[in-house]
């Protein structure tokens, strides 16, 4: 059901590679809300052709960047406020790439091209948006900026390797970066930690399908879905959340606070 609580709002979404990833599902519900969006993500992930499918229903242009390169973000940024009119409200930075664990290495065996640009791709990149809306002054006072994380960040799962090091950079970031911008601009940054969903990054990690169910059994309310994850999104871009910065917001259905579970114990128990 939408409350048009994004109406005349006006945002960039990065990242959304196939209809199961979250940030197609937050663009499907931005738009449900009211706000007009540009959606980008790196050229050999548009290459696809998946994203025209999000592109026509969201009425929304694509346009191209690669989140380590800083050429393809100023040219985003600028071509999103000429597109719009005007500065931009809110930012999705739903990007990710781990690979050191795409070549199947483990945290033991890093090899360190990998993971330079593991860090670039995933935690930097977050950096880059910020500091190149922030140089073109692309944002609107109250604007919000949302990037996903993980809880690995803060709590070790074996198979996450590198990436749990660099969302513990990430949720950094945003913290560091949403103090200036708060004080310059109005701008809040925060970072979502997302429960597991099956994506093609989230699918990627070691023995996911069990950990997917463990983490279900852990969650008091259950695992969050892509969509909840939108709905949370949204709300946070919206004005109702205005004085929320610089957090790193759980929404795992109770999995972060919760020591062990009762499913739990009967599985341990048998
Ligand atoms: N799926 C999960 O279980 C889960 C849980 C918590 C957090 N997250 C986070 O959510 C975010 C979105 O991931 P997802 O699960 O929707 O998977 P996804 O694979 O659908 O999205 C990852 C996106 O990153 C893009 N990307 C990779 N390299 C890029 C680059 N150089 N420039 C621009 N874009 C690039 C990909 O093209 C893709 O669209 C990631 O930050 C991920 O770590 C996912």
């Known amino acids: 059901m939408a409350h048009n609580l994004l109406k ?3 945002g960039i979404i990065f990242g959304a590679l196939d ?15 009211g706000a007009e969006i540009v959606l980008t993500n790196a050229p050999i992930a548009l290459r696809m052709g998946e994203i ?13 960047a690669d989140v380590t ?8 940024f600028n071509k999103s406020m000429e597109h719009f009119g005007g500065k931009i ?4 930075h739903s990007v990710a790439m781990g690979m050191n664990i795409r070549k199947g290495r483990s945290y033991t065996d890093l090899d360190y ?6 860090f670039d791709i995933s935690a930097m990149s977050l950096h880059r948006v910020l500091q190149t809306a922030y140089k073109l002054d692309a944002l609107n006072e109250w604007a919000s900026v949302i990037a996903l994380s993980y809880i690995a960040a803060q709590r070790v799962f074996p198979d996450y390797g590198e990436m749990a090091d660099a969302k513990a950079l990430l949720e950094s970031i945003a913290r560091s970066f949403g103090y200036h911008y708060g004080t310059a601009k109005k701008v809040r940054v925060n970072t979502i930690s997302q429960s597991p969903v099956k994506t093609t990054a989230g699918g990627g990690v070691k023995g996911f399908d069990g950990f997917m169910t463990y983490a ?3 969650s008091p309310l259950g695992n969050a879905t892509a969509d909840e994850c939108a709905n949370y999104a949204v709300a946070m871009f919206s004005d109702l959340t205005k004085m929320v910065t610089m957090q790193n917001l759980f929404h ?15 599985q341990m128990e048998k």
Do not use: Q
Not at 261 to 266: E, G
């Open 89 to 92: 409200d809110f930012v999705l």
């Open 52 to 64: 025209n499918k999000l592109a026509e229903t969201c009425k929304a242009p694509v346009i191209p």
């Open 19 to 33: 209809e199961k990833s979250i940030a197609w599902r937050t663009a499907l519900r931005c738009v449900e809300e």
């Open 8 to 10: 005349g709002k006006k």
């Open 216 to 218: 279900d059994a852990m």
């Open 69 to 76: 390169n800083m050429d393809d973000l100023a040219n985003l």
């Open 252 to 266: 795992d259905g109770g999995f972060s606070f919760t020591g062990v579970s009762k499913p739990v114990i009967d």
């Open 113 to 118: 091209d990998f993971n330079h640009k593991t």
